[in-house]
């Protein structure tokens, strides 16, 4: 099994749908983190947390919302979804100073 | 704040060698590098910390000037597995990185 869990894989979505992503690790961190990425561009922070009961937003939060349900387990949710949130999006894990772990990624089309 | 990375995009013959430079206006508590196959995950090269500790794998190297909050990676006798996109990921106190734009690394045989 893999390390960072990320389903779905793929998702085709309608505007206006709510939508939820999933991530899972078995790596026992407890930082985990929410990423986008747009085609041929960086990584973008949408929300990360540090434990079950904190809960920071990053650079482009707008939009998204998340949930820790438990230290193995964040989901990254899209209330009302609008097409220019199709994108990559990224799970990650780590510790402090360690190196990051990430998931293998939801494609996300709104259309 | 985003660091800079230099070049953009480079393109290589197969052994030949890469120097990537990652650059920063503040202060560093670390420098993380990565690489990204197209659509893939961002895979871990190298951390280099504040004080000169050096945590890595593969045949890849990196330095660290405190001075100068600079890293640079250096990819010696480049092979085709090493095209992809690599990304410095910088931290400034220890909660989380701030991501390069990536540099594009295409190897030709």
């Known amino acids: 099994d893999a390390d960072v869990t990320q389903t779905p894989r793929n998702r085709i979505t309608k505007t206006g749908k709510r939508i939820m992503l999933e991530c899972s690790q078995t790596?026992?961190?407890?930082?985990m983190y929410w990423y986008r990425q747009d085609p041929g561009l960086g990584l973008q922070l949408i929300y990360y947390?540090?434990?079950?009961?904190?809960?920071n937003k990053g650079e482009i939060s707008d939009g998204y919302s998340v949930s820790r349900q438990a230290q193995a387990k964040f989901s990254l949710s899209l209330e009302s979804a609008i097409p220019n949130q199709t994108a990559l999006y990224f799970c990650?894990?780590?510790?402090?100073?360690?190196?990051?772990?990430f998931g293998s990624g939801t494609r996300l089309t709104v259309v | 704040q985003q660091p800079v990375q230099s070049p953009q995009a480079v393109i290589l013959r197969e052994g030949e060698d890469a120097v990537i430079n990652c650059s920063s206006s503040?202060?560093?508590?670390?420098v993380h590098w990565y690489r990204q196959k197209h659509g893939e995950a961002p895979v871990f090269l190298m951390i280099?910390?504040?004080g000169g500790e050096q945590k890595g794998h593969e045949k890849i190297s990196a330095s660290f000037n405190e001075k100068k909050q600079q890293s640079s990676l250096y990819l010696t006798a480049s092979q085709l597995s090493y095209s992809g996109t690599y990304f410095c990921?910088?931290?400034?106190?220890?909660?989380?990185?701030?991501w390069g734009a990536g540099t594009k690394l295409i190897i030709k045989p």
């Open positions: 990650a894990t780590s510790e402090a100073g360690t190196a990051y772990t």
């Open positions: 790596k026992g961190h407890d930082r």
């Open positions: 947390s540090f434990d079950v009961k904190d809960i």
């Open positions: 503040k202060a560093l508590y670390s």
């Open positions: 280099l910390l504040k």
């Open positions: 990921g910088t931290e400034y106190s220890n909660y989380q990185l701030i």
